[in-house]
């Protein structure tokens, strides 16, 4: 792309606040983009930082012709207004696939941008050679970061599994489990999936982090 356009890919994060989590993931995003040979830029707001100030840098963002892609991340403080923020940013430069516009996009099976997340589950399934089709699939969680996204793309044509979404109102999750030939675990709680839930061929990824103590567990 540099050799055809002269044109450097660029990305722009926003941080606001000092989640651990958040840290982690933003720094391995810088590297990607390096890796990548992207430009990327990171936008670190304090945990005060307020509502307007930040619709004012997405703006900025937006307006800026050297900015290809915008991700916000999350969560953000919790006296900001996330749908509004996501919202703010144009579907063209909404690379997380938060906006309506790119949700539907995924949705209809024409997506623009898919979010990273389910993506990487989808392109870990299918490096692993692990089929889909036909296959009944579990997903854990129905957030709009990864659990909705990843039963969505599931279900695509293509992927073809019967989908369940679990949640916390579900009855019985270890039963569906059981019954699973694909488990998605995309919930924020440590440990919740126990071992006797699965049957024995079952294939599980784990998108979840959690910290006990000093540990990261799924």
């Keep these: 792309m540099l050799q055809q356009t002269g044109i450097t890919p660029h990305l722009a994060a926003i941080l606001c606040g000092d989640d651990p989590a958040s840290q982690v993931y933003v720094r391995n995003k810088e590297k990607a983009c390096a890796t990548a040979g992207f430009r990327s830029t990171l936008h670190r707001l304090p945990a005060d ?64 941008f898919v979010p990273c997340t389910p993506s990487g589950v989808m392109r870990l399934l299918s490096a692993t050679g692990i089929p889909t089709a036909g296959r009944h699939a579990v997903v ?53 999936v126990r071992g006797d839930w699965l049957k024995p061929d079952a294939v599980v990824i784990d998108v979840g982090i959690n910290r006990l103590g000093d540990k990261l567990v799924g």
């Design 49 to 112: 930082v307020t509502q307007p100030q930040l619709l004012q840098l997405i703006a900025a963002l937006i307006s800026n012709p050297d900015v290809h892609g915008i991700l916000v991340q999350l969560p953000l403080p919790r006296h900001l207004d996330t749908v509004a923020i996501l919202d703010a940013v144009a579907p063209l430069k909404d690379v997380d696939a938060f906006h309506p516009e790119n949700v539907g996009l995924m949705l209809q099976g024409r997506p623009r």
């Design 140 to 192: 854990i969680g129905r957030s709009d970061i990864v659990g909705k996204p990843m039963a969505a793309l599931l279900l695509q044509k293509g992927a073809d599994a019967t989908v369940t979404v679990c949640h916390s109102r579900t009855p019985d999750i270890a039963v569906l489990c059981c019954q699973a030939d694909i488990v998605v675990a995309a919930v924020g709680i440590p440990r919740f």
